[in-house]
């Protein structure tokens, strides 16, 4: 028997989503609700458009600010909020040419990212199903996806900065819904579709599920280690760890897996405040046999403190 080669050192990269709880009145999230604007848009257009835009450079600027956190920390890997600019999408604001406005601010972000070889990206939110059967909905959830790649385009960031996306829905159909998934894709833009990754989710698709997809369409996947832990059907993860980490090899990058721990037992799916280190780390000692490097993104409710306590553990 072919005795198979074992990489002994590992290079582990740890990031978090969004948002520090360390820094100070950092957030890049605030928002304008609709009904807001609408209403202040009544009495003065340029007072709420002002208000928008406002909102929207103050996001950008505590986006450089946490990148500057990480860099001081040595933070590498980092997903941005998909709510930096507020009801930029929206008819409403049709009119409001966000992306030149903005532009010197989303130049500098990505100039700070290339500088220090930054791994970033988005998740784009829930809502956004290419498999889904109206057609309404898949055209949104195009457009979504061309609104978060402009904006890594708008950071002149190549296709490593990627985005994250769902299967999608089953619709009481698993295999229909898997093969019109397949079937969408082609109407996804060349552009956009060389910056999507694939992850497994803790309801509907498995691991195993997604891998095929996966392998099918050449797409890399992410490994959500407590989604899988939510939702399988007795695949063995250390089975799929190599085939998962050989979705990535033309990319360019590192493998990059998710890693959360469940609130509690009666409430497995959300997440908790900080990360178990037994949840992650057998399956570190497992994926070095595999890859020399890997980036983890931690997700948990206590962000860039829950990340730190993890590398700590």
């Given at each position: 028997?072919?005795?198979?080669?074992?990489?002994?050192?590992?290079?582990?990269?740890?990031?978090?989503?969004?948002?520090?709880?360390?820094?100070?009145?950092?957030?890049?999230?605030?928002?304008?609700?609709?009904?807001?604007?609408?209403?202040?848009?009544?009495?003065?257009?340029?007072?709420?458009?002002?208000?928008?835009?406002?909102?929207?450079?103050?996001?950008?600027?505590?986006?450089?600010?946490?990148?500057?956190?990480?860099?001081?920390?040595?933070?590498?890997?980092?997903?941005?909020?998909?709510?930096?600019?507020?009801?930029?999408?929206?008819?409403?604001?049709?009119?409001?040419?966000?992306?030149?406005?903005?532009?010197?601010?989303?130049?500098?972000?990505?100039?700070?990212?290339?500088?220090?070889?930054?791994?970033?990206?988005?998740?784009?939110?829930?809502?956004?199903?290419?498999?889904?059967?109206?057609?309404?909905?898949?055209?949104?959830?195009?457009?979504?996806?061309?609104?978060?790649?402009?904006?890594?385009?708008?950071?002149?960031?190549?296709?490593?900065?990627?985005l994250v996306t769902h299967v999608g829905g089953c619709y009481n159909d698993r295999e229909g819904s898997i093969e019109r998934f397949k079937k969408n894709w082609r109407r996804v833009p060349e552009r956009v579709a060389g910056r999507l990754t694939l992850e497994n989710d803790d309801k509907t698709y498995t691991a195993q599920e997604v891998l095929n997809i996966c392998r099918d369409l050449a797409l890399p996947m992410v490994l959500d280690l407590h989604h899988y832990k939510c939702n399988n059907k007795g695949e063995s993860i250390i089975e799929l760890m190599p085939e998962i980490f050989k979705t990535w090899a033309l990319t360019g990058l590192p493998p990059k897996i998710h890693i959360s721990s469940p609130k509690s037992v009666s409430d497995f799916r959300s997440h908790h405040d900080f990360i178990n280190p037994d949840d992650l780390y057998p399956f570190l000692e497992s994926a070095r046999a595999f890859v020399a490097n890997i980036d983890v993104m931690v997700e948990a409710k206590q962000k860039d403190r829950a990340m730190f306590k993890l590398v700590d553990d």
């Open positions: 028997m072919k005795k198979r080669n074992r990489v002994i050192h590992m290079n582990i990269r740890f990031g978090y989503v969004a948002m520090s709880v360390m820094l100070e009145n950092a957030s890049p999230s605030k928002t304008v609700t609709l009904k807001s604007y609408t209403q202040l848009a009544a009495r003065d257009p340029a007072a709420a458009l002002n208000k928008v835009r406002r909102t929207a450079r103050e996001n950008l600027d505590n986006t450089l600010r946490l990148l500057r956190h990480n860099k001081a920390h040595s933070v590498m890997v980092f997903r941005f909020s998909s709510k930096l600019l507020p009801l930029a999408t929206h008819p409403a604001l049709v009119d409001w040419d966000y992306m030149d406005d903005l532009k010197d601010r989303l130049r500098l972000i990505g100039a700070f990212i290339r500088e220090n070889k930054m791994r970033v990206g988005f998740h784009p939110d829930h809502y956004t199903l290419i498999n889904s059967p109206r057609e309404e909905v898949l055209l949104s959830s195009l457009r979504d996806y061309e609104y978060h790649s402009s904006l890594l385009e708008a950071m002149a960031l190549d296709e490593r900065a990627r």
